[in-house]
């Protein structure tokens, strides 16, 4: 692989193979163990504690079958991008080109999200007296991540390891604190989800929560952007992914059961810290500031997995063209996409000055729905183009088409629930797409190298 | 099928490139977000002088609360704001069509685009 500069020649510079499944692991897990320290619980707003968690067992399925397709396309496809370079193998460019947005902005709005987490805990912990300036703690986690990033990856993805796995141990410190086999003791789950609350809008409070219920899991697809820095894409990104997968479905369960437990609903699903909260309501000064500290930590892991990601999809159009060429060099020393980290950094500050967390989040849901959407037409494509035994793949994932079509149907229910609520967020992003899609079509593509888009030592695809 | 050769970018229209990209994002999602336009369809049913009583809490519900610092009166706004899921049907039904047009667009023009991919890749001299 090599990168170019503007108006100059190709740089022999590649990304480093340097990584193996557990920066993988700490990849994938790190962008998404955010989401149950924050974020899911406005599933229990929008339709009640116990839709919170019919949404938690959907969106588990839901992304099970995101990570048994991705596995499969990804451990096929090992390169840079991800979902975009699937995209362009399978699909063409100008699915390529929004697949890498919906990437950019599904990453950069959850960098955002985090970062505007991370400030409000500050704020919230010092007694939100005004002493503390939320946007400089937003500022600072921002851009000191993004120094990281720009250093070199391995530091970076070791970084986000430990402080993921920091993260995850305490929401199983706080479980078992809370004695989880004796209700009664310290939960009170029967007297704070009874019949009358349990779904207090009925069947369609339980659709609208989808919406939320996407963020248990949301992230965990960003593992196949290191397909070109792993050593073994075909073993690495499959066990990472999957590992990762049946992590966040424990720590998701924990963190539903303890936080419904101890929080009435209407509370759950307002708080922007519902394990913070939850540690506090224990009255034990111990966990209410182990959670607190871990709440910064999966944020500021989240936040960094996201520039990594985000960065890596603008830095992919840059080399294929599909963006100014500027983006795709590599810096000379450390080896990283910098330029491309350097240009989001400007526009995470932007919006997360703005926007409030939920509205964040929901954009960021929404370029992963796109995403999701496209990925459950994809693999169906991948399947049809190059059956079964007509290439080699590193993993086959069972029982297709069942998980596509689960796939499919679940991002039509959630793309609806977003309606319910956040129409005019929805209206914006698919204004974005269509607009940007049509720059691309009728304008930039001229820039795009035809036959070169396809890399894959494959044989044609059927049908052409 | 020859071998397309795309046009060299001059630098000044890169930038312009990048330019008309930011120009896109903030004009479609930031400005919605700054101009205050992205609400959400919520309403608080307000209860004058709450009481846990008139909140409809339960006595481990009022516990809990308590525990975390609030009254009836500052529960009361968390409380009472209820979501309102009434479907405009002429925003949904549009709603639909853009959606539907965007994906139709898109993988009609993207398979126009990937034909010239395959035919370059294989079949080009």
């Known amino acids: ?464 | 099928m020859a071998k397309y050769n795309p046009p060299d970018q001059p630098i000044v229209m890169q930038l312009f490139d990048i330019a008309c990209l930011v120009a896109a994002i903030f004009l479609a999602l930031w400005f919605p977000l700054y101009m205050g336009w992205a609400g959400i369809s919520k309403n608080l049913e307000k209860i004058d002088n709450p009481t846990w009583d008139a909140l409809k809490q339960n006595p481990t519900m009022v516990a809990q609360w308590e525990k975390l610092g609030f009254t009836p009166e500052t529960a009361h706004a968390i409380i009472q704001n209820k979501w309102v899921y009434s479907i405009d049907w002429t925003q949904l039904t549009i709603m639909t069509i853009v959606l539907l047009g965007y994906f139709i667009f898109l993988f009609m023009a993207s398979d126009r685009e990937y034909r010239d991919v395959i035919e370059e890749k294989f079949n080009s001299k």
Not at chain 1, 105 to 115: G, H, I, K, R
Not at chain 1, 355 to 379: K, P
Not at chain 1, 421 to 447: C, E
Request: proline letters at 5%; charged letters at 10%; a positive charge.
């Open chain 1, 1 to 464: 692989m090599t990168a170019t500069s503007m108006g100059s020649a190709p740089q022999k510079i590649s990304l480093s193979r340097v990584l193996g499944p557990i920066h993988v692991w700490a990849l994938g897990v790190g962008i998404v163990l955010v989401g149950e320290f924050d974020g899911w619980n406005f599933a229990a707003d929008k339709g009640g504690a116990l839709a919170a968690l019919i949404v938690l067992w959907f969106c588990g399925l839901l992304y099970s079958a995101v990570a048994m397709i991705d596995s499969e396309v990804t451990s096929t496809i090992a390169a840079a991008g991800g979902q975009y370079a699937q995209a362009k193998h399978i699909v063409g460019p100008l699915m390529a080109f929004n697949v890498a947005l919906y990437m950019v902005f599904a990453y950069t709005m959850l960098e955002v999200s985090d970062a505007i987490l991370f400030g409000d805990a500050i704020v919230q912990k010092s007694g939100g007296d005004g002493g503390i300036n939320h946007n400089s703690f937003v500022a600072a986690s921002i851009i000191i991540l993004a120094f990281l990033n720009y250093r070199g990856v391995l530091a970076n993805l070791n970084f986000n390891f430990t402080i993921t796995a920091i993260a995850f141990l305490s929401i199983v410190i706080l479980f078992f604190s809370v004695m989880p086999w004796s209700q009664g003791t310290v939960l009170k789950l029967n007297e704070l989800v009874t019949p009358e609350n349990a779904l207090p809008y009925g069947w369609i409070g339980v659709i609208a929560s989808f919406h939320w219920g996407i963020w248990y899991f949301l992230g965990i697809e960003g593992t196949t952007q290191a397909a070109e820095e792993v050593r073994s894409p075909a073993r690495a990104l499959p066990l990472g992914t999957m590992a990762g997968m049946v992590t966040l479905l424990i720590a998701a369960t924990m963190t539903w059961y303890v936080c419904a437990s101890l929080l009435p609903w209407q509370l759950l699903g307002s708080t922007y810290f519902p394990l913070w909260d939850a540690g506090r309501a224990t009255q034990s000064p111990l966990l209410e500031n182990m959670m607190f500290i871990t709440t910064l930590l999966a944020a500021l892991a989240s936040a960094n997995g996201c520039i990594n990601d985000a960065a890596r999809a603008w830095f992919s159009l840059g080399r294929d063209r599909y963006l100014p060429s500027w983006f795709s060099a590599v810096h000379p020393k450390y080896r990283t996409p910098y330029r491309s980290i350097i240009f989001l950094t400007p526009i995470a500050l932007a919006f997360a000055f703005v926007a409030d967390l939920n509205q964040a989040i929901t954009f960021s849901i929404l370029s992963g729905v796109l995403q999701y959407t496209f990925m459950s037409i994809n693999i169906m494509m991948f399947r049809k183009k190059w059956p079964l035994g007509s290439i080699q793949r590193g993993y086959t994932h069972p029982l297709h088409p069942i998980p596509a079509i689960m796939l499919f149907a679940l991002c039509m229910v959630t793309f609806f629930a977003i309606f319910l609520g956040y129409g005019v967020q929805l209206t914006a992003m698919v204004v974005f797409y269509v607009v940007v899609s049509v720059w691309f079509h009728f304008y930039r593509y001229q820039y795009v190298r035809r036959g070169a888009q396809f890399t894959m030592p494959w044989p044609k695809p059927q049908g052409y």
